[in-house]
């Protein structure tokens, strides 16, 4: 089992353009989340998932979009970048709910705003 | 606000000492509360979660949770150089929303 990957490992963005972070796992996990992580700070939830076509806000999710077409994908989109979105993204997933399975992360995307 | 506070360190201890790190809430909705360790450059790793009040052992860790005082501990017994790093602590609120402390940095001197 690769675990849950990610793609980019890094990435520098324009102000005003678009990318997608991809994120994949073979678990067969039903949960999955994207978090972001600024320097020095804890993560913030920014979308979650609870199985495909369902997905929900977190704490931080404004300038993102999310979507869950397959159990094991859960791309992160940016549609217009900005300088406050630089921080490093951890993509999650868990088989069931937090606290009953544990929480298994990506290894991140470094995203860089210029 | 739904807040999750840390001691920013560094918290330095000596190998084989006990390692005590400390975190605090905000929200008394916040129903079970998670340890993650992260070392630099890399992604969190639960540690251990608890949700009862009292003392939850694995190993040479230790979680305690006191609700009434809305603090949360973790205790590493024994530490060795491995346990450096950046611990996070986290509370869950709802179904599956974790809000995160800015986590404490633990250095282990040998």
């Known amino acids: 089992n690769a675990g849950v990957t990610q793609t980019p490992k890094f990435r520098i963005l324009k102000i005003g353009q678009s990318m997608t972070l991809q994120c994949t796992q073979d678990?067969?996990?039903?949960?999955m989340y994207w978090y972001r992580q600024d320097p020095g700070m804890g993560l913030k939830l920014i979308y979650y998932?609870?199985?495909?076509?369902?997905?929900d806000k977190g704490e931080v999710p404004n300038g993102y979009n999310v979507s869950r077409s397959t159990t094991e994908d859960f791309p992160l989109r940016l549609e217009l970048a900005a300088p406050s979105q630089t921080s490093v993204y951890f993509c999650a997933s868990s088989y069931a709910a937090l606290g009953r399975e544990t929480q298994y992360f990506g290894p991140g995307t470094r995203l860089l705003v210029l | 606000q739904k807040e999750v506070e840390q001691n920013s360190g560094p918290l330095s201890v000596p190998e084989g000492a006990i390692a005590s790190l400390n975190c605090t809430y905000s929200d008394r909705g916040s129903q079970s509360f998670f340890w993650y360790r992260q070392y630099s450059g890399k992604s969190p790793e639960l540690i251990m979660f608890?949700?009862?009040?009292g003392d939850k052992e694995d190993g040479r860790f230790t979680a305690q949770l006191n609700k009434a005082s809305q603090y949360v501990s973790l205790l590493i017994r024994d530490s060795q150089p491995s346990d450096s790093a950046t611990y996070l602590c986290a509370s869950k609120v709802g179904a599956n929303n974790l809000f995160f402390g800015t986590g404490t940095r633990l250095t282990v001197i040998p």
């Open positions: 678990m067969n996990h039903n949960y």
């Open positions: 608890i949700y009862s009040n």
């Open positions: 998932s609870v199985g495909a076509g369902i997905t």
